[in-house]
């Protein structure tokens, strides 16, 4: 076991351009394998669900699951409001027993908690915010030595470019710079990162292609908006990646197409950003020029 992998094991005891829009396939479309990575992500929490109804109580509530879901796996969903806007996402784990973790924004745990409590209701099971634990990840040869200290793991559901996901004790190290180029790589938009609570459609942050969103499932909150806004198609917004030649700008600056406002950048990572941009009206530019801060970006959509 390698030094900092150790200190996961010795946590806290578990109790614009021409031709700037680019479509190219699934292979293509990404930078080269991002640098391997094996962090703790101190901007999550968990959440411990047990008991006989743990895995049914939310099934009618949340956009993918947690039905379903199997040792050695993990499922990407979220909870909306009943306007279809995202109040949060999160990973779920199997924990090996009758109960499941929750990877979520640290941000919205105590409210996330008391959320899942209401909808309980009468269904036998308890939820617990679990301090002493945290979320892990992993990519390259990280992953087979953060599973030895995990409680639950799993390759990340969003995407194989993001290795191996984990739930582990408290107050492993944080090296998560190369995890978030990883994912502006990856067009993986983060909760906290490129956007808060009831701040966007899940769509406008690419849950339906990042396995989130499971619209053949029945009922869950909102999912009358998601269902009529994934029906209808066209959708409007996206997240997408813009590689600049040098250092792309700062979070919040405006991108362009000519005098035509598109969005702006929500995170940052060397030469690469992401961004929540109208692609309906990237599109009606016809490939013209896309810039932030006057830098030329070529846009690549997820």
């Known amino acids: 076991m390698n030094e900092r992998l150790s200190r996961f094991a010795h946590a806290a005891p578990v109790a614009g351009a021409p031709d700037a829009l680019s479509k190219p396939g699934a292979q293509a479309k ?42 050695d796996s993990a499922m990407f969903s979220a909870l909306l409001t009943p306007q279809g806007k995202v109040l949060a996402d999160f990973l779920v784990f199997d ?15 105590e409210s996330l908690v008391k959320r899942f409590t209401l909808y309980r209701l009468r269904a036998k099971a308890d939820i617990v915010l679990r301090e002493d634990l945290s979320a892990a990840a992993a990519l390259g040869e990280g992953e087979a030595e953060l599973k030895t200290v995990a409680l639950a793991s799993a390759p990340d559901p969003r995407s194989d470019r993001m290795g ?23 067009i993986i938009p983060e909760f906290g990162e490129d956007y808060a609570a009831s701040e966007v459609f899940s769509t406008d942050v690419n849950h339906d292609l990042l396995n989130g969103i499971d619209y053949r499932k029945g009922c869950f909150v909102g999912q009358e908006v998601a269902s ?44 690469q950003a992401l961004a929540i ?26």
């Open 30 to 71: 990404y930078a080269p394998m991002s640098t391997p990575f094996l962090t703790a992500l101190p901007a999550r929490a968990v959440i411990a669900l047990t008991g006989p109804e743990a895995r049914s109580f939310l099934q009618r509530v949340i956009t993918r699951g947690p039905e379903g879901i199997a040792p």
């Open 95 to 109: 924990d090996g027993g009758d109960g499941l973790l929750f990877d979520v924004p640290a941000s919205e745990a």
């Open 164 to 186: 191996l996901r984990a739930i582990v004790p408290a107050g492993g190290p944080v090296e998560a710079a190369p995890y978030h180029a990883a994912r502006i790589a990856a």
């Open 228 to 271: 009529r806004m994934h029906r209808k198609g066209g959708v409007r917004k996206r997240t997408v990646r813009l590689d600049f030649d040098g250092d792309a700008p700062a979070r919040g600056t405006q991108v362009m197409t000519g005098e035509t406002p598109l969005g702006a950048i929500t995170s940052v990572s060397a030469r």
């Open 277 to 302: 941009l109208r692609i309906d009206r990237l599109e009606a530019a016809g490939g013209g020029p896309v810039t932030a801060d006057g830098l030329s970006a070529r846009v690549t959509l997820p």
